[in-house]
């Protein structure tokens, strides 16, 4: 049974920061791309971050040069630092999973649960 567990969410006010971590299980993970997503009522779950099996990384260009994406293959988790943090970075941010390379859009195979993430002007 695959499983991502995120963690790390919370308040912080403007200009600062936070790291989610997803914790996966149940998945060779070291094989998967995996990465972030964000979501706010009423709107469409939109891409943040992807770390591809091969070590390549992307960013939506919201977020460029303010958060960074990380993994620790031994310990099956990956990371998102966030810098920087403004009050449109608020949402509801999801871990996902996909064999190889992480989509950018809602195909990928596995989700977490998602961690609420609130910057406060």
């Known amino acids: 049974q695959v499983q991502l567990v995120e963690s790390g969410g919370g308040l912080v006010q403007a200009g600062g920061s936070l790291r989610l971590s997803c914790a996966a299980s149940g998945l060779p993970f070291s094989a998967y791309g995996m990465g972030w997503f964000r979501q706010v009522p009423g709107k469409e779950r939109e891409f943040v971050a992807a770390s591809n099996w091969s070590g390549s990384t992307n960013y939506a260009d919201s977020v460029r040069g303010r958060f960074t994406i990380s993994r620790d293959n031994t310990k099956h988790t990956g990371y998102l630092q966030m810098n920087s943090l403004k009050p449109e970075d608020t949402a509801v941010y999801y871990c996902?999973?996909?064999?190889?390379?992480?989509?950018?859009?809602?195909?990928?195979?596995?989700w977490g649960q998602g961690t609420q993430v609130t910057a406060s002007s």
């Open positions: 996902a999973a996909r064999p190889g390379r992480l989509a950018s859009d809602a195909s990928n195979k596995y």
